[in-house]
């Protein structure tokens, strides 16, 4: 079975800083990949995906994600973190076959001015 | 980009009310539709897929009898509550695929009186 994992309730960090939101993942052969950023009240935004190729993979709002296939790992980062990238991030797999996404609980990043 | 529009946006009504909430995909044909639902401060959980004309498949625990879902096109399905309770408030969101990624739609926060 599909399963992720993001360890962290909560992440702090302060505008400007580098940041990074961990995610863990187990799937049965080669995983999808995703990062979804949710806004209060709203569904969730696709921020960037790996399916193949590199494994650093460029996203939206200048967010990306590296893919550890030894780690089982897909932590999102961003070099400069903003006000407005506060929220609520799911990281979310699936295997080949045609299920449905699984999502990890999500973590809440704060940035702080 | 692809974009899944959800109505209504927010429902407050009467205890042994039904409710329909709509999921469409505005600019491309949805071979995979999802329900989900949503608890404050927690993840998503998975209700059911429905592939257009064909019954939907409910994840366990999942009532059918209760939550009705048509796929009756390639961009439409609709979740109906049948006789909503108290306990049946939440925040429900749909999400459409075909290929990758999935999107989704913003997002239906219900709540029975």
């Known amino acids: 079975a599909q399963s992720v994992a993001q360890p962290e309730d909560q992440v702090n960090v302060a505008e400007g800083n580098p940041l990074t939101v961990k995610c863990t993942y187990s799937?049965?052969?080669?995983?999808?990949l995703f990062w979804y950023v949710q806004y209060p009240n709203r569904g969730l935004q696709f921020l960037l995906k790996?399916?193949?190729?590199?494994?650093l993979v460029k996203g939206s709002y200048g967010f990306e994600a590296e893919f550890n296939k030894s780690q089982t790992s897909f932590h999102l980062k961003k070099p400069s973190a903003l006000v407005s990238d506060s929220a609520l991030y799911f990281c979310?797999?699936?295997?080949?076959?045609?299920?449905?996404?699984?999502f990890g609980k999500g973590t809440r990043l704060s940035v702080i001015a | 980009g692809a974009v899944v529009s959800q109505h209504p946006s927010w429902v407050i009504c009467k205890s042994g009310t039904s409710v329909k909430i709509e999921c469409r995909s505005l600019?491309?044909?949805?071979?995979?539709m999802f329900w989900y639902r949503q608890f404050p401060k927690q993840s998503l959980m998975l209700m059911a897929t429905?592939?257009?004309?064909?019954?939907?498949?409910?994840e366990q625990g999942v009532e059918k009898d209760k939550f009705l879902i048509n796929h009756a096109s390639l961009t439409l399905s609709t979740l109906t509550v049948t006789s909503a309770h108290p306990e049946d408030s939440s925040f429900y969101i749909c999400?459409?695929?075909?290929?990758?990624?999935?999107?989704f739609g913003d997002g239906t926060r219900l709540s029975i009186l």
């Open positions: 790996y399916i193949t190729g590199d494994n």
């Open positions: 429905s592939n257009e004309g064909s019954k939907a498949t409910y």
């Open positions: 999400s459409a695929r075909t290929g990758q990624p999935q999107h």
């Open positions: 979310a797999v699936r295997d080949m076959g045609n299920t449905p996404l699984v």
């Open positions: 600019d491309f044909q949805a071979t995979t």
């Open positions: 799937v049965s052969g080669n995983p999808y």
